[in-house]
């Protein structure tokens, strides 16, 4: 199908592009990299006649530390995110999901703010953001607000986002010295693949006991889902073959999938034991990935 033709805005500056969405709200889409917005374009399913084109705008761009949290600009590109010393060093689950992240063309355009602005229930930087226990900041003219992660998403490709608000930053914890993490992605093939089922999960060990498993699950209902039982199940206990089982097992029974061209509900449910099994093997093996430089600042 022909491009549809669209009028283009390209503010220079935050405060141009709230003014411009202010007016507009939702008969403008704002895009990003374009990665999403420009495949609807392709396939006539946008809806809105203009775009504001964010990527003039050096303001939303940038990763920076704030005592024990990461501050993520909202149009910073995943390679930037693969490249940053600060999330290599504090945050390094969420560069194992964006190296997983479509190809590196994808990552060369992508960005973290438009992953969040799609709000695919399979969006492969949003389960480390789960665990990470992100915030997101959005903004409009005169006001500000931040807006947990957790209560982001309201369904597939819907969000709490306003038509006159622009998402402007993530805040995510820096994660704790020592502790391990995974992020593990089911696709039909290793590059520009969509998940069919994804897991992210960070445990902290003290000797042998678990003090806490974060475990967040993508893919398998309306929007990501943090497995709060297998959690709670794994608080305070040993980690064993039986522990991780049972961990597996409430994680499967937490999804509410559904069946499509790339899997079925019943598949989902059982890869979704199979990820999160192998990746706490992995820990209890001695193969697990974990955090190296805790709080220290690298050079
Ligand atoms: C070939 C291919 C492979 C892909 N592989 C993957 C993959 O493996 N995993 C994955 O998760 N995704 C994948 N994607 C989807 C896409 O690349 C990601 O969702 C990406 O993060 C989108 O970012 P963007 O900047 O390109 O967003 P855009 O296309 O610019 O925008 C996406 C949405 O977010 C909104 N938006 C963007 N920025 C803002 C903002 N600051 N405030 C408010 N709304 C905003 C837009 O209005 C739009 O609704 C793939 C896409 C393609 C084409």
């Excluded at 943090?226 to 049972?246: H, M, N, Q, S």
Aim: hydrophobic letters at 40%.
């Amino acid at each position: 199908m022909a491009y549809e033709k669209v009028e283009v805005y390209s503010p220079r500056s935050l405060a141009e592009a709230l003014e411009i969405l202010s007016q507009k709200k939702e008969q403008i889409k704002p895009v990003a990299g374009g990665t999403d917005v420009m495949v609807m374009l392709k396939d006539g399913a946008l809806k809105e006649k203009e775009l504001l084109n964010l990527s003039y705008i050096p303001e939303l761009s940038y990763i920076k530390e704030k005592e024990n949290h990461i501050l993520i600009g909202a149009t910073t590109k995943y390679r930037e995110i693969r490249r940053s010393p600060i999330i290599n060093a504090y945050a390094p689950i969420l560069i194992e999901a964006v190296r997983q992240i479509g190809s590196p063309q994808i990552q060369n355009l992508g960005t973290i703010g438009g992953n969040l602005g799609t709000a695919s229930p399979a969006g492969d930087s949003i389960p480390p953001l789960y665990v990470l226990n992100a915030k997101v900041k959005l903004q409009k003219v005169g006001s500000a607000r931040e807006v947990h992660i957790d209560k982001f998403f309201l369904g597939p490709r819907k969000t709490v986002r306003e038509a006159d608000e622009l998402i402007t930053e993530i805040s995510v914890d820096k994660m704790e010295p020592g502790s391990y993490y995974f992020f593990e992605k089911l696709g039909l093939r290793s590059a520009n693949a969509i998940s069919i089922v994804n897991a992210a999960g960070i445990l902290s060990l003290e000797n042998k006991t678990i003090k806490y498993l974060r475990l967040s699950l993508g893919a398998v209902a309306p929007t990501v889902i943090r497995a709060t039982e297998a959690e709670e199940e794994a608080k305070g206990k040993e980690l064993t073959e039986d522990l991780i089982e049972r961990i597996a097992k409430l994680a499967s029974e937490a999804t509410r999938p559904i069946s499509d061209i790339r899997g079925t509900a019943e598949y989902r449910k059982k890869a979704t034991y199979g990820i999160v099994y192998e990746a706490l093997y992995k820990i209890l093996k001695g193969y697990g990935k974990k955090i190296e430089y805790g709080f220290e600042k690298i050079s």
